[in-house]
C-alpha cells in the first residue's frame, strides 16, 4: 500500500454491496498528497469494495494495478510504463485478469481468476489477442511493490514540504 503513491496512486474502500469489487480511473483534477516530506501529484485513484474479504481486496488491487501497468489508462511517462489504452475490453479485461492470477497464485492467495478467465474464452477456447509481454511485465511491477520500498517519481513530485 505505501508503495502506491509513488506512482502517484491513492487507494480508497467504499461500499459497493456485492455490485463492484473496485475500479482505477485517472485523478480529474489537481489532487495532491502528502509522501514523506513532500507533496506529490495524484495520478490516479484506486477504489476497493470495502466489503470484501483481505483476500479479494488484494485481489482486486492487483487487477486493477494490472490495468494501470499494462498500459490500460494511457501512460504518464513512455519511462513508466507503454501507453497501450486502444486495446478492447475484451483485451484489457483479460490483461488485468492474468495479472491478478499470476500474482496471487504465486503469493499463495486463492481467487476467483481462472474462472473469470475462462469466461473470454471464444467459441473455440482460444483467448483474446492479448499481450504476454504486458501481462508479464505489469505482474511483475506488482510483485516488486509488495516486496521492496520505492522511492517517489521526480517527476509527481509538487514541492517539499518543510
Known amino acids: 500500500m505505501s508503495n502506491l503513491i509513488t506512482d502517484g496512486i491513492t487507494y480508497h474502500e467504499a461500499d459497493y454491496g456485492a455490485s463492484s469489487?473496485?475500479?482505477i480511473q485517472r485523478a480529474n483534477h489537481d489532487i495532491r498528497k502528502d509522501a514523506e516530506d513532500k507533496s506529490v501529484q495524484v495520478l490516479y485513484q484506486i477504489i476497493i469494495n470495502r466489503n470484501h474479504t483481505r483476500e479479494e481486496k488484494f485481489a482486486t488491487?492487483?487487477?486493477?494495478?494490472?490495468?494501470l501497468?499494462?498500459?490500460?489508462?494511457?501512460?504518464?511517462?513512455?519511462?513508466?510504463w507503454p501507453d497501450r489504452n486502444l486495446k478492447s475490453k475484451e483485451v484489457s479485461e483479460f490483461e488485468a485478469e492474468s495479472v491478478a492470477w499470476l500474482v496471487c497464485e504465486r503469493m499463495g492467495i486463492k481467487?476467483?481468476?481462472?474462472?473469470?478467465?475462462?469466461?473470454?474464452?471464444?467459441?473455440?477456447?482460444?483467448?483474446?489477442?492479448?499481450?504476454?509481454?504486458?501481462?508479464?511485465?505489469?505482474?511483475?511491477?506488482?510483485?516488486?511493490?509488495?516486496?521492496?520500498?520505492?522511492?517517489?517519481?521526480?517527476?509527481?513530485?509538487?514541492?517539499?514540504?518543510?
Open 111 to 162: 481467487n476467483p481468476s481462472a474462472q473469470y478467465l475462462s469466461g473470454y474464452l471464444d467459441k473455440d477456447n482460444k483467448i483474446p489477442d492479448v499481450s504476454l509481454e504486458a501481462v508479464l511485465r505489469a505482474a511483475g511491477m506488482v510483485e516488486a511493490r509488495t516486496l521492496r520500498k520505492f522511492p517517489l517519481r521526480k517527476e509527481i513530485i509538487q514541492d517539499k514540504k518543510y
Open 21 to 23: 469489487a473496485g475500479y
Open 61 to 67: 488491487l492487483a487487477h486493477e494495478l494490472g490495468h
Open 69 to 80: 501497468y499494462c498500459g490500460h489508462l494511457g501512460s504518464p511517462s513512455d519511462n513508466w
